[in-house]
């Protein structure tokens, strides 16, 4: 039987299932202290079991992102803050290729918070 965190990827259509997918397992990637957990009905990424990260996708612009958990503390000008107080977010585009370069500078920063 599929986990929930599984059937979360796999319900999804693509192209954001693949992107989806792909950012998972880039993510996971980045340092062997990084694992995979089904919090608030959604993958969180926690670094040495605090939660760093998440996956979801923006209900308006209908695009997959990655929710930054000490998003206030990380400085991208790609970063949207919205109305979250603490949160920020990465939009990707499941459309075009995924920015590597972009995604891996947040996440350098991000880990920073925790090690």
Request: charged share 30%; net charge positive.
């Amino acid at each position: 039987m599929l986990s929930a965190i599984d059937n979360y990827f796999l319900k999804q259509d693509e192209p954001v299932k693949g992107c989806l997918l792909f950012l998972r397992s880039y993510i996971l990637k980045q340092d062997k202290n990084i694992t995979e957990a089904w919090k608030y009905g959604m993958p969180f990424y926690c670094y040495n079991g605090k939660m760093c990260c998440y996956l979801w996708i923006h209900k308006k612009h209908k695009q997959p992102y990655i929710g930054i958990v000490e998003g206030d503390r990380v400085k991208h000008p790609d970063l949207l803050r919205e109305k979250r107080a603490r949160m920020s977010i990465l939009l990707v585009d499941a459309h075009k290729d995924i920015p590597l370069k972009k995604i891996k500078i947040v996440i350098t920063q991000m880990l920073k918070f925790y090690k």
